[in-house]
Protein backbone atom coordinates (compact mmCIF):
# COMPACT_ATOMS: atom_id res chain seq x y z
CA UNK A 1 0.00 0.00 0.00
CA UNK A 2 1.60 3.44 -0.83
CA UNK A 3 2.07 5.83 1.96
CA UNK A 4 0.61 8.82 -0.21
CA UNK A 5 -2.72 6.90 -0.99
CA UNK A 6 -2.83 5.76 2.66
CA UNK A 7 -2.96 9.66 3.49
CA UNK A 8 -5.43 10.80 1.01
CA UNK A 9 -7.81 8.10 2.97
CA UNK A 10 -6.93 9.32 6.19
CA UNK A 11 -7.12 12.63 5.43
CA UNK A 12 -10.72 11.93 3.76
CA UNK A 13 -11.70 10.29 6.55
CA UNK A 14 -10.76 13.11 9.08
CA UNK A 15 -12.20 15.43 6.89
CA UNK A 16 -15.81 13.87 6.73
CA UNK A 17 -15.51 13.19 10.63
CA UNK A 18 -14.90 16.74 10.83
CA UNK A 19 -18.01 18.05 8.92
CA UNK A 20 -20.50 15.37 10.82
CA UNK A 21 -18.73 15.65 14.20
CA UNK A 22 -21.00 19.17 15.23
CA UNK A 23 -17.62 20.54 17.14
CA UNK A 24 -17.71 17.76 20.13
CA UNK A 25 -15.30 18.11 22.48
CA UNK A 26 -13.84 14.18 23.02
CA UNK A 27 -10.94 13.14 25.46
CA UNK A 28 -8.04 12.45 23.94
CA UNK A 29 -5.57 11.69 26.57
CA UNK A 30 -3.94 8.15 25.37
CA UNK A 31 -0.69 8.80 27.64
CA UNK A 32 -2.55 7.96 31.04
CA UNK A 33 -4.28 4.77 31.16
CA UNK A 34 -7.01 4.03 34.27
CA UNK A 35 -5.88 1.30 36.91
CA UNK A 36 -7.31 -1.83 36.95
CA UNK A 37 -9.14 -0.83 34.38
CA UNK A 38 -8.98 -4.08 30.71
CA UNK A 39 -8.12 -1.78 27.99
CA UNK A 40 -9.25 -3.44 24.58
CA UNK A 41 -8.90 -1.81 21.07
CA UNK A 42 -9.35 -3.59 17.78
CA UNK A 43 -7.99 -1.78 14.83
CA UNK A 44 -9.59 -2.69 11.46
CA UNK A 45 -7.83 -1.10 8.42
CA UNK A 46 -5.92 -1.93 5.50
CA UNK A 47 -1.69 -2.26 5.82
CA UNK A 48 1.51 -4.01 6.29
CA UNK A 49 5.23 -4.72 7.62
CA UNK A 50 7.97 -5.03 4.86
CA UNK A 51 9.11 -8.24 5.22
CA UNK A 52 13.42 -7.48 4.39
CA UNK A 53 14.33 -11.70 4.21
CA UNK A 54 14.98 -12.44 0.71
CA UNK A 55 11.65 -13.92 -0.66
CA UNK A 56 10.16 -13.15 2.78
CA UNK A 57 6.80 -12.02 2.21
CA UNK A 58 5.25 -8.77 3.78
CA UNK A 59 2.70 -9.39 6.60
CA UNK A 60 -0.39 -7.88 6.27
CA UNK A 61 -2.42 -5.99 8.85
CA UNK A 62 -6.18 -5.82 8.63
CA UNK A 63 -7.39 -6.74 12.25
CA UNK A 64 -5.06 -5.64 14.96
CA UNK A 65 -6.06 -5.99 18.64
CA UNK A 66 -4.67 -4.21 21.52
CA UNK A 67 -4.64 -5.47 25.02
CA UNK A 68 -3.58 -3.22 27.89
CA UNK A 69 -4.13 -3.58 31.81
CA UNK A 70 -2.12 -1.31 34.75
CA UNK A 71 -2.32 -2.09 38.20
CA UNK A 72 -0.19 0.58 40.64
CA UNK A 73 3.26 -1.23 39.88
CA UNK A 74 2.44 -4.42 37.93
CA UNK A 75 1.61 -3.92 34.08
CA UNK A 76 0.83 -6.10 30.69
CA UNK A 77 0.78 -3.45 26.93
CA UNK A 78 0.57 -5.33 24.22
CA UNK A 79 3.18 -8.14 25.40
CA UNK A 80 5.49 -6.31 27.41
CA UNK A 81 4.82 -7.51 30.47
CA UNK A 82 6.62 -5.57 33.72
CA UNK A 83 7.16 -4.16 37.05
CA UNK A 84 7.57 -0.60 37.93
CA UNK A 85 9.75 -0.49 40.76
CA UNK A 86 10.25 3.70 40.75
CA UNK A 87 8.22 6.27 39.41
CA UNK A 88 8.16 9.94 40.15
CA UNK A 89 6.99 13.01 38.52
CA UNK A 90 9.27 12.70 35.49
CA UNK A 91 10.80 9.61 35.43
CA UNK A 92 9.58 5.45 35.67
CA UNK A 93 12.03 2.51 35.99
CA UNK A 94 10.69 -0.66 35.28
CA UNK A 95 11.72 -4.38 35.12
CA UNK A 96 10.16 -6.24 31.38
CA UNK A 97 9.45 -9.26 29.56
CA UNK A 98 8.46 -9.94 26.07
CA UNK A 99 8.87 -12.47 23.30
CA UNK A 100 11.34 -11.01 20.85
CA UNK A 101 9.98 -10.53 17.59
CA UNK A 102 12.85 -10.39 15.44
CA UNK A 103 11.79 -14.03 14.26
CA UNK A 104 8.39 -12.75 12.95
CA UNK A 105 10.23 -11.96 9.74
CA UNK A 106 11.45 -15.95 9.72
CA UNK A 107 8.47 -17.28 10.07
CA UNK A 108 6.71 -15.76 6.82
CA UNK A 109 10.23 -16.60 5.33
CA UNK A 110 9.96 -18.57 1.91
CA UNK A 111 12.98 -17.93 -0.18
CA UNK A 112 13.21 -19.82 -3.43
CA UNK A 113 15.38 -18.76 -5.29
CA UNK A 114 18.64 -16.90 -3.16
CA UNK A 115 21.98 -16.38 -4.81
CA UNK A 116 24.54 -16.27 -3.17
CA UNK A 117 27.91 -15.75 -4.99
CA UNK A 118 31.71 -16.95 -4.14
CA UNK A 119 32.67 -14.62 -6.47
CA UNK A 120 31.52 -11.40 -5.04
CA UNK A 121 32.76 -12.82 -1.89
CA UNK A 122 36.18 -13.84 -3.56
CA UNK A 123 36.36 -10.19 -4.15
CA UNK A 124 35.91 -9.10 -0.73
CA UNK A 125 38.27 -11.06 0.98
CA UNK A 126 36.03 -14.20 2.16
CA UNK A 127 37.85 -16.73 -0.19
CA UNK A 128 41.40 -17.69 1.15
CA UNK A 129 44.06 -15.78 -0.47
CA UNK A 130 45.95 -19.35 -0.08
CA UNK A 131 43.62 -20.80 -2.77
CA UNK A 132 44.54 -19.87 -6.12
CA UNK A 133 41.74 -21.74 -7.72
CA UNK A 134 39.33 -18.84 -6.52
CA UNK A 135 36.34 -18.46 -8.83
CA UNK A 136 36.46 -15.46 -11.03
CA UNK A 137 32.85 -15.91 -12.23
CA UNK A 138 29.75 -15.70 -10.47
CA UNK A 139 28.28 -19.13 -9.05
CA UNK A 140 24.99 -19.65 -7.72
CA UNK A 141 23.96 -21.32 -4.33
CA UNK A 142 20.59 -22.28 -4.00
CA UNK A 143 19.46 -21.45 -0.12
CA UNK A 144 17.02 -23.71 0.50
CA UNK A 145 14.82 -22.90 3.83
CA UNK A 146 14.72 -26.38 4.27
CA UNK A 147 18.41 -26.50 4.75
CA UNK A 148 18.21 -23.32 6.82
CA UNK A 149 18.29 -24.21 10.34
CA UNK A 150 15.34 -22.92 11.84
CA UNK A 151 15.67 -19.56 14.08
CA UNK A 152 14.15 -19.88 17.11
CA UNK A 153 11.68 -17.70 19.33
CA UNK A 154 13.36 -15.73 22.40
CA UNK A 155 12.05 -14.60 25.44
CA UNK A 156 14.13 -11.44 26.62
CA UNK A 157 13.68 -9.82 29.46
CA UNK A 158 15.90 -6.39 31.08
CA UNK A 159 14.86 -2.70 32.11
CA UNK A 160 13.04 -0.03 30.91
CA UNK A 161 13.19 3.84 31.58
CA UNK A 162 11.18 6.29 30.51
CA UNK A 163 11.29 9.87 30.71
CA UNK A 164 8.43 12.21 30.86
CA UNK A 165 10.48 15.20 30.06
CA UNK A 166 7.22 17.38 29.75
CA UNK A 167 3.29 16.59 28.61
CA UNK A 168 4.37 16.74 24.85
CA UNK A 169 8.11 15.12 24.91
CA UNK A 170 8.93 11.74 26.52
CA UNK A 171 12.18 9.58 26.17
CA UNK A 172 12.26 5.72 26.42
CA UNK A 173 15.26 3.40 26.87
CA UNK A 174 15.68 -0.36 27.08
CA UNK A 175 17.81 -2.87 27.47
CA UNK A 176 17.09 -6.61 26.88
CA UNK A 177 18.69 -10.05 27.08
CA UNK A 178 17.31 -13.40 25.84
CA UNK A 179 16.00 -15.40 29.38
CA UNK A 180 15.91 -18.59 27.39
CA UNK A 181 19.70 -18.20 25.71
CA UNK A 182 17.98 -18.94 22.24
CA UNK A 183 21.08 -15.84 20.96
CA UNK A 184 22.77 -15.34 24.21
CA UNK A 185 22.61 -11.62 23.22
CA UNK A 186 21.71 -8.19 24.29
CA UNK A 187 19.16 -5.65 22.04
CA UNK A 188 18.30 -2.10 23.52
CA UNK A 189 15.91 0.45 22.28
CA UNK A 190 16.17 4.43 22.29
CA UNK A 191 13.74 7.03 21.33
CA UNK A 192 12.07 9.74 21.29
CA UNK A 193 8.31 11.34 21.03
CA UNK A 194 7.08 13.91 20.51
CA UNK A 195 3.15 14.48 21.07
CA UNK A 196 1.10 17.22 19.28
CA UNK A 197 -2.63 18.45 19.58
CA UNK A 198 -3.12 21.16 16.98
CA UNK A 199 -5.63 23.55 18.58
CA UNK A 200 -7.80 24.03 15.41
CA UNK A 201 -9.02 20.32 15.58
CA UNK A 202 -9.64 19.45 18.55
CA UNK A 203 -9.82 15.64 18.26
CA UNK A 204 -6.77 15.38 15.98
CA UNK A 205 -3.44 14.16 18.04
CA UNK A 206 -0.34 13.56 16.09
CA UNK A 207 2.76 11.51 17.32
CA UNK A 208 6.56 11.78 15.77
CA UNK A 209 8.65 9.41 17.49
CA UNK A 210 12.73 9.60 16.54
CA UNK A 211 14.73 6.41 17.82
CA UNK A 212 17.09 3.21 16.87
CA UNK A 213 17.51 -0.28 17.71
CA UNK A 214 20.40 -1.69 18.53
CA UNK A 215 21.08 -5.47 18.84
CA UNK A 216 24.49 -7.13 19.67
CA UNK A 217 26.32 -9.03 17.56
CA UNK A 218 25.25 -12.55 19.24
CA UNK A 219 21.70 -11.23 18.33
CA UNK A 220 22.38 -10.61 14.83
CA UNK A 221 24.28 -13.59 13.95
CA UNK A 222 21.65 -15.89 15.58
CA UNK A 223 18.99 -14.42 13.32
CA UNK A 224 21.12 -13.37 10.16
CA UNK A 225 24.21 -15.14 10.20
CA UNK A 226 24.77 -18.55 7.81
CA UNK A 227 27.14 -20.73 9.71
CA UNK A 228 27.31 -24.76 10.05
CA UNK A 229 23.98 -25.35 11.19
CA UNK A 230 23.04 -23.56 8.13
CA UNK A 231 23.00 -26.38 5.16
CA UNK A 232 23.56 -24.31 2.42
CA UNK A 233 22.64 -26.74 -0.72
CA UNK A 234 23.87 -26.21 -3.74
CA UNK A 235 24.61 -27.90 -7.65
CA UNK A 236 27.24 -27.04 -9.68
CA UNK A 237 26.92 -28.00 -13.72
CA UNK A 238 29.87 -30.05 -15.18
CA UNK A 239 30.67 -26.61 -16.88
CA UNK A 240 30.91 -24.88 -13.48
CA UNK A 241 33.04 -27.58 -11.94
CA UNK A 242 35.29 -27.16 -15.55
CA UNK A 243 35.87 -23.37 -14.80
CA UNK A 244 36.04 -23.08 -11.57
CA UNK A 245 37.96 -26.64 -10.64
CA UNK A 246 35.91 -26.33 -7.44
CA UNK A 247 34.61 -29.80 -5.83
CA UNK A 248 34.96 -29.31 -2.58
CA UNK A 249 31.40 -28.77 -1.35
CA UNK A 250 32.72 -27.76 2.34
CA UNK A 251 34.59 -24.95 0.79
CA UNK A 252 32.39 -23.62 -0.89
CA UNK A 253 29.25 -23.62 1.66
CA UNK A 254 32.06 -22.09 4.16
CA UNK A 255 32.98 -19.42 1.94
CA UNK A 256 29.54 -18.57 1.93
CA UNK A 257 29.07 -18.12 5.62
CA UNK A 258 27.92 -14.88 7.05
CA UNK A 259 28.79 -13.49 10.72
CA UNK A 260 26.46 -10.90 11.62
CA UNK A 261 28.00 -8.10 13.88
CA UNK A 262 26.08 -5.34 16.13
CA UNK A 263 23.60 -3.15 14.14
CA UNK A 264 22.29 0.05 14.87
CA UNK A 265 18.96 0.21 13.09
CA UNK A 266 17.34 3.76 13.40
CA UNK A 267 13.81 4.56 12.56
CA UNK A 268 10.78 7.52 11.99
CA UNK A 269 7.50 6.82 12.88
CA UNK A 270 4.61 9.09 12.63
CA UNK A 271 0.91 8.68 13.73
CA UNK A 272 -2.11 10.44 13.23
CA UNK A 273 -5.33 9.69 15.15
CA UNK A 274 -8.43 11.15 15.19
CA UNK A 275 -11.02 10.61 17.60
CA UNK A 276 -14.43 10.21 16.19
CA UNK A 277 -16.24 9.35 18.94
CA UNK A 278 -15.34 8.13 22.36
CA UNK A 279 -15.12 4.58 21.20
CA UNK A 280 -14.19 5.14 17.44
CA UNK A 281 -10.81 6.64 15.95
CA UNK A 282 -9.63 6.80 12.20
CA UNK A 283 -5.97 6.50 12.37
CA UNK A 284 -2.93 6.16 10.40
CA UNK A 285 0.71 5.34 11.03
CA UNK A 286 3.64 4.78 9.29
CA UNK A 287 6.99 3.36 10.62
CA UNK A 288 10.42 3.76 8.39
CA UNK A 289 13.45 1.43 9.90
CA UNK A 290 16.71 1.57 8.53
CA UNK A 291 18.48 -1.69 8.99
CA UNK A 292 22.13 -1.45 9.89
CA UNK A 293 24.87 -2.65 8.22
CA UNK A 294 25.61 -5.79 10.38
CA UNK A 295 21.85 -6.99 9.74
CA UNK A 296 21.27 -5.75 6.23
CA UNK A 297 24.81 -7.09 4.70
CA UNK A 298 23.43 -10.56 5.63
CA UNK A 299 23.43 -12.86 2.06
CA UNK A 300 19.80 -13.44 3.22
CA UNK A 301 18.07 -10.10 3.64
CA UNK A 302 17.65 -8.57 0.41
CA UNK A 303 16.53 -4.82 1.89
CA UNK A 304 17.86 -1.90 3.83
CA UNK A 305 14.94 -1.13 5.34
CA UNK A 306 11.41 -2.13 6.62
CA UNK A 307 8.48 -0.25 6.41
CA UNK A 308 5.00 -0.76 8.56
CA UNK A 309 2.33 1.46 7.69
CA UNK A 310 -1.49 1.29 8.60
CA UNK A 311 -4.43 2.80 8.15
CA UNK A 312 -7.59 2.37 9.83
CA UNK A 313 -10.34 2.76 12.43
CA UNK A 314 -9.98 1.38 16.03
CA UNK A 315 -12.79 0.53 18.48
CA UNK A 316 -11.75 0.76 22.16
CA UNK A 317 -14.47 -1.99 24.14
CA UNK A 318 -13.58 -0.27 27.36
CA UNK A 319 -12.85 3.84 28.13
CA UNK B 1 -31.97 -7.67 30.37
CA UNK B 2 -30.95 -5.74 33.72
CA UNK B 3 -27.93 -6.18 35.63
CA UNK B 4 -28.60 -6.89 38.92
CA UNK B 5 -25.57 -4.75 40.63
CA UNK B 6 -25.08 -3.32 44.19
CA UNK B 7 -24.56 0.03 42.73
CA UNK B 8 -24.80 3.10 45.83
CA UNK B 9 -27.06 5.18 44.17
CA UNK B 10 -27.41 8.56 45.95
CA UNK B 11 -29.44 11.04 45.08
CA UNK B 12 -29.21 14.20 45.24
CA UNK B 13 -31.96 16.01 47.17
CA UNK B 14 -29.72 19.88 46.26
CA UNK B 15 -30.96 22.03 43.79
CA UNK B 16 -32.45 19.07 42.23
CA UNK B 17 -35.08 21.43 39.96
CA UNK B 18 -33.26 22.57 36.78
CA UNK B 19 -35.12 26.56 36.89
CA UNK B 20 -35.25 27.88 33.15
CA UNK B 21 -31.88 29.09 33.83
CA UNK B 22 -30.08 25.88 34.64
CA UNK B 23 -32.07 23.79 32.09
CA UNK B 24 -31.10 25.75 29.64
CA UNK B 25 -34.96 26.55 27.80
CA UNK B 26 -34.49 27.30 24.01
CA UNK B 27 -37.59 28.00 23.19
CA UNK B 28 -39.71 30.31 25.56
CA UNK B 29 -43.45 27.95 25.23
CA UNK B 30 -41.31 26.19 27.72
CA UNK B 31 -41.52 27.35 31.25
CA UNK B 32 -40.03 24.42 33.00
CA UNK B 33 -38.25 21.64 32.81
CA UNK B 34 -36.77 19.58 35.90
CA UNK B 35 -35.03 16.06 35.87
CA UNK B 36 -34.54 14.67 39.60
CA UNK B 37 -32.16 13.45 40.39
CA UNK B 38 -29.13 15.53 39.07
CA UNK B 39 -26.22 13.44 40.29
CA UNK B 40 -26.25 9.55 39.85
CA UNK B 41 -23.32 7.73 42.51
CA UNK B 42 -21.79 4.13 41.56
CA UNK B 43 -19.08 2.36 43.04
CA UNK B 44 -16.40 2.66 40.62
CA UNK B 45 -16.79 4.32 36.99
CA UNK B 46 -17.88 2.01 34.00
CA UNK B 47 -20.67 0.63 36.96
CA UNK B 48 -23.65 1.07 35.03
CA UNK B 49 -26.02 3.55 37.61
CA UNK B 50 -30.07 2.33 37.59
CA UNK B 51 -32.33 4.87 38.57
CA UNK B 52 -35.80 6.16 38.64
CA UNK B 53 -35.76 9.77 37.49
CA UNK B 54 -38.60 11.90 37.73
CA UNK B 55 -39.23 14.67 34.56
CA UNK B 56 -41.34 17.49 34.73
CA UNK B 57 -41.92 20.45 32.21
CA UNK B 58 -44.56 22.68 31.85
CA UNK B 59 -45.71 24.71 28.58
CA UNK B 60 -47.62 27.72 27.72
CA UNK B 61 -49.66 25.95 25.02
CA UNK B 62 -50.36 21.95 24.49
CA UNK B 63 -47.93 20.29 22.80
CA UNK B 64 -46.54 16.51 21.50
CA UNK B 65 -42.90 16.46 22.97
CA UNK B 66 -40.72 13.47 23.88
CA UNK B 67 -37.62 13.06 25.98
CA UNK B 68 -34.62 11.65 24.63
CA UNK B 69 -31.51 9.86 26.00
CA UNK B 70 -28.75 9.71 23.41
CA UNK B 71 -30.83 10.13 20.54
CA UNK B 72 -33.09 7.80 21.39
CA UNK B 73 -36.71 8.44 22.80
CA UNK B 74 -37.66 7.09 25.82
CA UNK B 75 -40.78 8.71 26.99
CA UNK B 76 -43.45 10.90 24.86
CA UNK B 77 -46.77 12.99 25.67
CA UNK B 78 -49.11 14.06 23.91
CA UNK B 79 -51.05 16.90 23.54
CA UNK B 80 -49.93 18.44 26.92
CA UNK B 81 -49.24 21.42 28.75
CA UNK B 82 -47.61 19.73 31.14
CA UNK B 83 -46.12 16.16 32.36
CA UNK B 84 -44.58 14.62 35.00
CA UNK B 85 -43.30 11.39 34.86
CA UNK B 86 -41.14 8.93 36.65
CA UNK B 87 -38.93 6.68 33.86
CA UNK B 88 -36.65 3.99 34.51
CA UNK B 89 -33.38 5.05 33.15
CA UNK B 90 -29.58 3.32 32.60
CA UNK B 91 -26.75 5.45 32.37
CA UNK B 92 -23.04 4.56 32.40
CA UNK B 93 -21.81 7.92 31.97
CA UNK B 94 -22.93 11.41 32.24
CA UNK B 95 -25.69 11.90 29.85
CA UNK B 96 -27.22 15.03 27.87
CA UNK B 97 -31.47 14.64 28.42
CA UNK B 98 -33.44 16.78 25.88
CA UNK B 99 -37.30 17.44 25.53
CA UNK B 100 -37.57 17.46 21.73
CA UNK B 101 -41.16 17.99 19.63
CA UNK B 102 -42.12 16.41 16.29
CA UNK B 103 -39.79 18.65 14.42
CA UNK B 104 -36.82 17.74 16.68
CA UNK B 105 -36.79 20.85 17.88
CA UNK B 106 -35.13 20.65 21.50
CA UNK B 107 -36.99 22.88 23.81
CA UNK B 108 -34.92 22.29 26.83
CA UNK B 109 -31.78 20.06 28.01
CA UNK B 110 -29.86 18.63 30.93
CA UNK B 111 -27.35 16.72 31.79
CA UNK B 112 -27.54 13.90 34.66
CA UNK B 113 -24.46 13.52 35.77
CA UNK B 114 -22.58 10.10 37.41
CA UNK B 115 -19.92 10.48 40.06
CA UNK B 116 -17.73 7.72 41.56
CA UNK B 117 -17.14 6.50 45.23
CA UNK B 118 -14.09 5.02 44.27
CA UNK B 119 -12.02 8.00 42.29
CA UNK B 120 -10.53 6.77 38.95
CA UNK B 121 -6.60 6.09 39.22
CA UNK B 122 -4.64 6.51 36.34
CA UNK B 123 -0.90 6.05 35.40
CA UNK B 124 1.31 7.07 32.75
CA UNK B 125 1.56 4.54 29.51
CA UNK B 126 4.75 3.16 29.38
CA UNK B 127 4.24 2.45 25.60
CA UNK B 128 2.59 4.71 22.81
CA UNK B 129 -0.92 4.21 21.40
CA UNK B 130 -0.77 1.40 18.63
CA UNK B 131 3.09 1.47 18.88
CA UNK B 132 2.80 -2.07 18.08
CA UNK B 133 2.51 -0.68 14.16
Redesign the interface.
Known amino acids: MKIPILLLLFCSLTTFAEQTNNNTTIDTDESLITVGQLHFSVAMGIGEKTNPLVGGKNIPLYLVPSFQYYRDNFYFDNGDLGYTFFENDQFVVSALTRVNNENSYFSRWHPQNVFLSSAADAAQGIISPDNPAAPTEKIDIDIDIENISKRKWALDAGMQVNWFASDNLSFLGQLMHDVNSIYDGYNGNFKMLYRYKPKTIENLSIQTTLGFDWSSSAMVDYYYGLDEKDYLDYELDEQDKRDHKIDEKEKLVGDNFYQGHSSISPYFKFYAGYHLSKNWKAFFSVNYKHLGSGIKDSPIVDKDYTLTSFIGVSYVFTR | MYLHVKWIIIISFLSITASPANANIINTKLSFFSIKPLTCVVQK??DTCQLMATVRWKADIPANLCLVQDETKIYCWKNKKMGTQVIPIELK?TTNFTLIDDGNTVFASQKVNINAIQP??????????????
Not at chain 2, 120 to 132: P, Q
Open positions: IGDTKTRRRLRSAWSIF
